[in-house]
């Protein structure tokens, strides 16, 4: 069973950081493309970072130069650090695995949210 289970999510002030962690299991984790995509209410889900099995990462336009994404195949974990946010950062965030060779292999963490207010 595959399982992606974020954590790192709460309440921070404008201007802080934040680092949200993501543990897979039931994959073969270094075969799998990893991203955070985010959801605010209203608004359609958006990509935020990718980072493939191999090859360069991707940001959204929006925090680019704010985050960095990272993982770590020996322990089976994507992370996301985001510092200087914003209200407008504020959404459930969501851990993504897709398989790098068979596309329909994708899976989706169950989410944690992330609010940006002083």
């Known amino acids: 069973q595959v399982q992606l289970v974020e954590s790192g999510g709460g309440l921070v002030q404008p201007g802080g950081s934040l680092r949200l962690s993501c543990a897979a299991s039931?994959?073969?984790?270094?075969?799998?493309?990893m991203g955070w995509y985010r959801q605010a209410p209203g608004n359609e889900r958006e990509l935020v970072a990718t980072?493939?099995?191999?090859?360069?990462?991707n940001y959204a336009d929006s925090v680019k130069g704010r985050s960095t994404i990272s993982r770590d195949n020996a322990k089976n974990t994507v992370s996301l650090q985001m510092t200087s946010l914003k209200p407008a950062d504020t959404a459930v965030y969501y851990c993504?695995?897709?398989?790098?060779?068979?596309?329909?292999?994708?899976?989706w963490g169950q989410g944690t949210q992330v609010t940006v207010s002083s």
């Open positions: 993504n695995a897709v398989n790098g060779r068979w596309r329909r292999l994708n899976y």
């Open positions: 039931g994959i073969s984790f270094s075969l799998y493309d």
């Open positions: 980072i493939p099995s191999g090859g360069s990462t």
